[in-house]
């Protein structure tokens, strides 16, 4: 299940990089001030597709699971930057 979720989520990632070339910069987000986040837009968008994808209904079940995925995801955003 580990793998299949991270194989996913790496397809979905390209993917979105693919068709937003000329909405976000080199780092995969979008212009705006303040801090570069660590954990891109495009990687909170493939997470969320991800997410959809396989039928993870909530939040809370979400992040729930994502605590098996340190290392795959070691820039992982918390909980509350994800609602942001």
Request: charge should be positive; include cysteine; proline fraction near 2%.
């Given at each position: ?8 989520y ?21 212009t ?53």
């Open positions: 299940m580990k793998h299949n979720f991270c194989t996913k790496g397809k979905i990632l390209e993917i979105c990089k693919q068709y937003s070339k000329n909405l976000v910069n080199e780092l995969g987000n979008t705006k001030r303040g801090v570069v986040p660590k954990f891109s837009d495009l990687e909170v968008i493939a997470l969320s597709l991800t997410a959809e994808a396989m039928s993870i209904d909530s939040e809370n079940c979400l992040f729930v699971r994502l605590q098996s995925y340190k290392t795959e995801f070691p820039n992982l955003i918390s909980r509350r930057q994800y609602n942001a």
